[in-house]
């Protein structure tokens, strides 16, 4: 039982870091409280669910839950809320939940170790991301599917890279919104302040998850690629354009999302006995 605490806590620090480097940066630039209290409140539930969080082992199960989140991502077209011709968001009471961020990460651990079927929820998640001009999450998912094809050597899973590349080509800088402060620009803002502290946080967005996701990785090999793809494609994507920062600018839905990411994913010990298990059942047949 205290191997199995230690490897989830260790696994959720992918997130830690980067998302309490984002409180650092809310604080010292003087964020309302209420955007510090949104972004430590979904750090608290996200680490909850790493912690105690759990999904059935199933794999038609997972997949199932794969192909709900992608048809959620259509829910927004057609309730809302809309800004600027943009409806890319869920309503939560009294903050809005960005979708792409906050489920793109499920779908794609989930799908990740699906060689045959994982890049059909995928796709049909572009799709969504793609009506929502969601240029950032389709980057995302054109790099997670990039490194998917080069893990599982898969034609499926390139043209899934492709197709989401293809949709961000076109949508990237379509309907763009303003700017927002404390969510966009958060790493110009921080080397315009010091040169130190804007590489200080390009560390804790980048480096150190990207170092506990694929060089000393607590989960399994291809769902830390994927997760790491995800990373890179969001980062790149608001350095590039006017896009929501992950984890280190103001949003809960990324913190969420990679939270419920994380907490999904099998850890390596978990995932050699569930192999067992699976080529004994095969064995059998």
Same mark, same amino acid.
Request: charged share 15%.
């Given at each position: 039982?205290?191997?199995?605490?230690?490897?989830?806590?260790?696994?959720? @620090?992918?997130?830690?870091?980067?998302?309490?480097?984002?409180?650092?940066?809310?604080n010292?630039?003087?964020?309302?409280?209420?955007?510090?209290?949104?972004?430590?409140?979904?750090?608290?539930?996200?680490?909850?669910?790493?912690?105690?969080?759990?999904?059935?082992?199933?794999?038609?199960?997972?997949?199932?839950?794969?192909?709900?989140?992608?048809?959620?991502?259509?829910?927004? *077209?057609?309730?809302?809320?809309?800004?600027?011709?943009?409806?890319?968001?869920?309503?939560?009471?009294?903050? $809005?939940l960005?979708?792409?961020?906050?489920?793109?990460?499920?779908?794609?651990?989930?799908?990740?170790?699906?060689?045959?079927?994982?890049?059909?929820?995928?796709? %049909?998640?572009?799709?969504?991301?793609? @009506?929502q001009?969601?240029?950032?999450?389709?980057?995302?998912?054109?790099?997670?599917?990039?490194?998917?094809?080069?893990?599982?050597?898969?034609?499926?899973?390139?043209?899934?890279?492709?197709f989401? @590349?293809?949709?961000?080509?076109?949508t990237?800088?379509?309907?763009?919104?303003?700017?927002?402060?404390?969510?966009?620009?958060?790493?110009?803002?921080?080397?315009?302040? $010091?040169?130190?502290?804007?590489?200080?946080?390009?560390?804790?967005?980048?480096?150190?998850? *990207?170092?506990?996701?694929?060089?000393?990785?607590?989960?399994?090999? $291809?769902e830390?690629?994927?997760?790491?793809?995800?990373?890179?494609?969001?980062?790149?994507?608001?350095?590039?354009?006017?896009?929501?920062?992950?984890?280190?600018?103001?949003?809960?839905?990324?913190?969420?999302?990679?939270? %419920?990411?994380?907490?999904?994913?099998?850890?390596?010990?978990?995932?050699?006995?569930?192999?067992?298990?699976?080529?004994?059942?095969? $064995?059998?047949?």
């Amino acid at each position: 039982m205290y191997a199995q605490v230690f490897d989830r806590r260790r696994l959720a @620090l992918p997130l830690i870091f980067p998302a309490v480097g984002g409180l650092i940066y809310l604080n010292i630039f003087d964020a309302p409280q209420r955007l510090i209290l949104i972004n430590a409140g979904a750090l608290v539930l996200a680490l909850a669910w790493i912690a105690l969080g759990r999904l059935p082992a199933d794999r038609r199960f997972r997949l199932g839950i794969a192909w709900a989140c992608a048809a959620l991502l259509f829910v927004p *077209l057609l309730t809302g809320p809309e800004m600027g011709g943009v409806a890319r968001w869920f309503p939560a009471g009294p903050i $809005t939940l960005h979708s792409g961020p906050l489920l793109l990460p499920l779908i794609a651990v989930l799908c990740a170790r699906e060689e045959k079927w994982g890049a059909a929820p995928l796709a %049909l998640a572009a799709f969504a991301l793609a @009506l929502q001009s969601d240029g950032a999450a389709l980057l995302a998912l054109g790099l997670a599917g990039a490194a998917l094809a080069w893990l599982h050597r898969s034609l499926t899973f390139a043209a899934l890279s492709l197709f989401a @590349l293809s949709l961000t080509a076109f949508t990237f800088q379509d309907a763009s919104l303003t700017p927002q402060q404390f969510t966009e620009g958060v790493l110009a803002d921080a080397f315009d302040r $010091t040169f130190i502290q804007g590489l200080g946080f390009a560390m804790m967005l980048f480096v150190i998850p *990207l170092w506990h996701l694929v060089v000393d990785p607590q989960l399994q090999r $291809t769902e830390g690629y994927t997760l790491a793809a995800l990373l890179i494609g969001l980062g790149l994507a608001a350095v590039m354009a006017p896009y929501p920062y992950p984890l280190i600018g103001y949003g809960a839905s990324p913190i969420l999302g990679f939270g %419920l990411a994380l907490g999904a994913a099998a850890l390596r010990d978990q995932l050699r006995v569930t192999e067992l298990f699976e080529l004994m059942e095969r $064995t059998r047949e």
